[in-house]
Nanobody
Framework: QVQLVESGGGSVQAGGSLTLSCTASGRTFSTHAIAWFRQAPGKEREFVAA????????YYVDSVKGRFTISRDNAKNLVSLQMNSLKPEDTAVYYC?????????????????WGQGTQVTVSS
């Protein structure tokens, strides 16, 4: 079993940067693909980025390509999401999620473990 805790959210102005962290407990972290999802008020949970269990493959939703970077350190049970050039439309609660998978799942139902979420607010 994997337990996930997000941190690093906050409020920034458009064009600013934030780094989100997802810290995991459990010895099986390295066997899980990890993703970030986000959910804005009144909207469905949206896939943002995923990284496979080795860290060798990444996938991003088009709207964040070139601005966000996902990375992981299996020795530290840590996944990070570096977010640059933030826009007001990036405002949401961000969740990290874990899936016991070889590839890069992109839908919420494919993920078994979820953190509690961290708020990101980008003002114009």
């Amino acid at each position: 079993q994997v337990q996930l805790v997000e941190s690093g959210g906050g409020s920034v102005q458009a064009g600013g940067s934030l780094t989100l962290s997802c810290t995991a407990s459990g010895r099986t972290f390295s066997t899980h693909a990890i993703a970030w999802f986000r959910q804005a008020p009144g909207k469905e949970r949206e896939f943002v980025a995923a990284i496979d269990r080795s860290g060798g493959h990444r996938y991003y939703v088009d709207s964040v390509k070139g601005r966000f970077t996902i990375s992981r350190d299996n020795a530290k049970n840590l996944v990070s999401l570096q977010m640059n050039s933030l826009k007001p439309e990036d405002t949401a609660v961000y969740y990290c999620a874990g899936a016991f998978a070889i590839g890069l799942p992109t839908t919420p139902r494919q993920y078994n473990y979820w953190g509690q979420g961290t708020q990101v607010t980008v003002s114009s």
